[in-house]
C-alpha cells in the first residue's frame, strides 16, 4: 500500500542554525500537506502544495514538491525557539486518502 | 483556536469498562476522522466519515466502534480495551478532501 516516509526523525538544533525535514511517497501524489504539533498540542494545518515543482513560503519555512509529486521537503531558516514541535507532512492520493509521515520532532537550543 | 472540540480529555479506563469519546465540530465539514497516536505511530488512521457514511476502517480492532450520527457529531465506543490501546485519539474534519483540522485529543490510559 501507499507509503509516506520522513525523515530525519529527530532533529537537534542551535538556534539561529537551518533545519530541513524530507518527506518521499512511494506513489506519486495528488497533493501534500504539512502540519506541525506543538508539544502537547495537536497537529495544524500549515500549508497544501498541489503542482508539480511547487515552492511556497511562509515567513521562516520554505516549502517545496518534487517534480515527480513523490517528494517534499520543509527548510527553515534560522530557528528560533518557537518552532520546536514535530512537523508531519501527509500525501493525498487520487483517491483523497491522507497518509501521514512518521514526523520530525524539531528540539531548538536557545 | 479551533473549531473542533473533544470530550473527555482525559480518560482512564479498565479493560472491562465500556467507554465513548465524542467529537464535535463547528466548521460545516462533510468529513471526520478518528486518529490514534501514540509513541510507535505517531498519526494512525483509524475511520473516516464521508457524508456519515463510514469510507475507511483501517483493519481497527473491533473493541473500537464508531458512530457518526450526522456531520457534525462522531463518537467512538471502546469496550474491553487492551493496555497497548492507551495513546492520544484524536478526531479530525475536512471539507472534502482539504486540510484537516484536528480537535485537541483525548489522552486514553487502559489500565
Known amino acids: 500500500g501507499q507509503q509516506v516516509m520522513q525523515i530525519p526523525q529527530y532533529q537537534h538544533v542551535q538556534e539561529g542554525e537551518d533545519f530541513t525535514t524530507y518527506c518521499n511517497s512511494s506513489?506519486?501524489?495528488?497533493?501534500i500537506q504539512w502540519y506541525k504539533q506543538r508539544p502537547g498540542g495537536h497537529p495544524v494545518f500549515l500549508i497544501q502544495?498541489?503542482?508539480?515543482?511547487e515552492v511556497k513560503k511562509q515567513k521562516r519555512l520554505t516549502f517545496q514538491f518534487g517534480e515527480a509529486k513523490k517528494n517534499s521537503s520543509l527548510h527553515i531558516t534560522a530557528t528560533q525557539t518557537t518552532d520546536v514541535g514535530t512537523y508531519f507532512c501527509?500525501?493525498?492520493?487520487?483517491?483523497?486518502?491522507?497518509?501521514f509521515g512518521q514526523g520530525t520532532t524539531l528540539q531548538v537550543k536557545p | 483556536e479551533t473549531g473542533v472540540t473533544q470530550t473527555p480529555r482525559h480518560l482512564v479506563m479498565g479493560m472491562t469498562n465500556k467507554k465513548s469519546l465524542k467529537c464535535e465540530q463547528h466548521?460545516?465539514?462533510?468529513?471526520m476522522y478518528w486518529y490514534k497516536q501514540s509513541a510507535k505511530k505517531p498519526l494512525e488512521l483509524m475511520f473516516v466519515?464521508?457524508?456519515?457514511?463510514?469510507?475507511e476502517n483501517n483493519s481497527v480492532p473491533s473493541r473500537f466502534s464508531p458512530e457518526c450520527p450526522n456531520s457534525s457529531h462522531l463518537f467512538l465506543h471502546l469496550h474491553t480495551l487492551q493496555p497497548e490501546d492507551s495513546a492520544l485519539y484524536l478526531c479530525?474534519?475536512?471539507?472534502?478532501?482539504?486540510?484537516?483540522?484536528f480537535g485537541p485529543g483525548t489522552r486514553l490510559t487502559v489500565l
Open positions: 479530525a474534519s475536512s471539507q472534502e478532501w482539504n486540510e484537516q483540522f
Open positions: 506513489t506519486t501524489l495528488s497533493n
Open positions: 502544495l498541489v503542482k508539480s515543482g
Open positions: 501527509a500525501g493525498q492520493s487520487n483517491t483523497g486518502k491522507l497518509i
Open positions: 466548521l460545516g465539514h462533510n468529513a
Open positions: 466519515y464521508n457524508f456519515k457514511e463510514q469510507t
